[in-house]
């Protein structure tokens, strides 16, 4: 089951998704039951005060900090490293229910939102274990 919303510097309005055919309710490893779920979030940072990587960095360290404290979120800088004013973040989140994920999700957004009103965009994909391929 994948859903995906984008988010451009506005709130989030969740859209029902409907399960894909093989989806289940939870997946099965090696015998085991297990709920097992996954959010990945593409963040798209603008930064239209920097006027150098050093500040751009600093500001984005932050963020990085914040996110990984504050969410439990899992960080990685994947784009724009080089720039002055323009970054993309990579981000993790995991959980046994869908439905808490996804409000971990939406306070992330929020979060970030909030943060920076009109210079960030927010991309997610939630799936199950199963769904993204399982141990193989």
Same mark, same amino acid.
């Given at each position: 089951?994948?859903?995906?919303?984008v988010v451009?510097?506005?709130?989030?309005s969740a859209? $029902?998704a409907? $399960?894909?055919?093989s989806?289940?309710?939870?997946?099965?490893?090696?015998?085991?039951?297990s709920?097992?779920?996954v959010? #990945?979030? #593409?963040i798209h940072?603008?930064? $239209?005060?920097?006027g150098?990587?050093?500040t751009?960095?600093?500001?984005?360290?932050?963020v990085?900090?914040q996110?990984?404290?504050?969410?439990?979120?899992t960080v990685?800088?994947?784009?724009?490293?080089?720039?002055?004013?323009r970054?993309? #973040?990579?981000?993790?989140?995991?959980?046994?229910?869908l439905g808490? #994920?996804e409000?971990?999700?939406?306070?992330?957004e929020?979060f970030l939102l909030?943060?920076? $009103?009109?210079?960030?965009?927010?991309q997610?994909?939630?799936t199950?274990?199963?769904?993204a391929?399982?141990?193989?």
């Amino acid at each position: 089951m994948a859903i995906v919303h984008v988010v451009e510097g506005a709130a989030l309005s969740a859209a $029902p998704a409907a $399960p894909a055919a093989s989806a289940s309710a939870s997946a099965t490893v090696r015998g085991v039951s297990s709920d097992a779920y996954v959010a #990945l979030i #593409l963040i798209h940072l603008h930064f $239209p005060d920097s006027g150098s990587l050093k500040t751009k960095r600093k500001d984005l360290s932050s963020v990085k900090a914040q996110l990984h404290g504050r969410y439990g979120v899992t960080v990685a800088e994947v784009d724009g490293q080089d720039t002055w004013q323009r970054s993309t #973040l990579a981000a993790a989140l995991t959980g046994g229910s869908l439905g808490n #994920l996804e409000a971990s999700v939406d306070r992330v957004e929020r979060f970030l939102l909030e943060r920076f $009103p009109e210079s960030v965009r927010v991309q997610r994909t939630l799936t199950s274990f199963e769904d993204a391929g399982g141990l193989g």
